[in-house]
């Protein structure tokens, strides 16, 4: 079974720009939750989907948004970028609610 | 909200040595306890959970107790080898379709 996969890997932008970052989960997970992982911060909560709602959302600006599809690929968005912005975006699945999450490499976004 | 509080680090330890890394949580109801690891230059995953009260989670030689009296999750391993070096993870999993982490805890094992 393939795992989580998280595309792109890397990813450098400039302050302003907009950048979208796609997860898919394992086959069959329907939960699909987004963090931001940075050294000083651990990993922070951004949102939870499952079965294309948005069930649960952190404390974020409403520049990180995201979207789950009908395949449970899910996808994040953040617009008008800052520097603070610059972090490892993990996305994670699981099977069903409060068991283990499989993650994903990550993608690692630097703002310029 | 719910919330974690894991020790900070880093934790330096000789091989061999005996390793705590404390964790206490915060939860309403009766959530579910992980410590998750990311070896380096990996991506995290799961060591270890546990799903009720006096349960007892084990996995790699490390082990945690789920203690509801003291909201409590700690981390131990009787042997450190240097292959635990790591960054090591305590979260929960309860109401609100979220998992929340600790800030991790480093672990540095000396040869």
């Known amino acids: 079974k393939a795992g989580v996969t998280q595309t792109p890997r890397y990813l450098i932008k400039t302050r302003g720009q907009q950048v979208t970052l796609s997860c898919s989960p394992i086959s069959g997970h329907r939960s699909v939750s987004w963090y931001q992982q940075t050294p000083g911060q651990g990993l922070q909560f951004l949102f939870e989907y499952f079965s294309e709602t948005q069930r649960n959302k952190g404390n974020f600006p409403g520049r990180f948004s995201g979207r789950q599809f009908s395949n449970s690929r899910s996808e994040m968005n953040v617009s008008t970028l800052e520097l603070g912005d610059s972090a490892l975006y993990l996305c994670?699945?699981?099977?069903?609610?409060?068991?283990?999450?499989?993650f994903g490499s990550g993608t690692q976004l630097s703002v310029l | 909200g719910d919330s974690v509080t894991q020790m900070e680090g880093p934790v330096t330890l000789s091989e061999e040595a005996f390793l705590t890394i404390n964790c206490t949580y915060t939860a309403t109801g009766y959530p579910s306890l992980f410590w998750y690891v990311q070896y380096p230059g990996e991506g995290l995953q799961l060591l270890l959970k546990?799903?009720?009260?006096?349960d007892k989670g084990s996995n790699k030689g490390f082990e945690a107790t789920y203690r509801k009296e003291t909201t409590s999750f700690h981390l131990e391993k009787g042997s450190v080898q240097v292959s635990d070096s790591a960054v090591y993870f305590c979260?929960?999993?309860?109401?609100?379709?979220?998992?929340?982490f600790g800030a991790g805890t480093r672990l540095f094992v000396k040869a």
């Open positions: 546990a799903t009720k009260a006096d």
């Open positions: 994670a699945s699981s099977f069903r609610d409060n068991e283990k999450l499989f």
């Open positions: 979260a929960l999993s309860g109401e609100g379709f979220k998992t929340i």
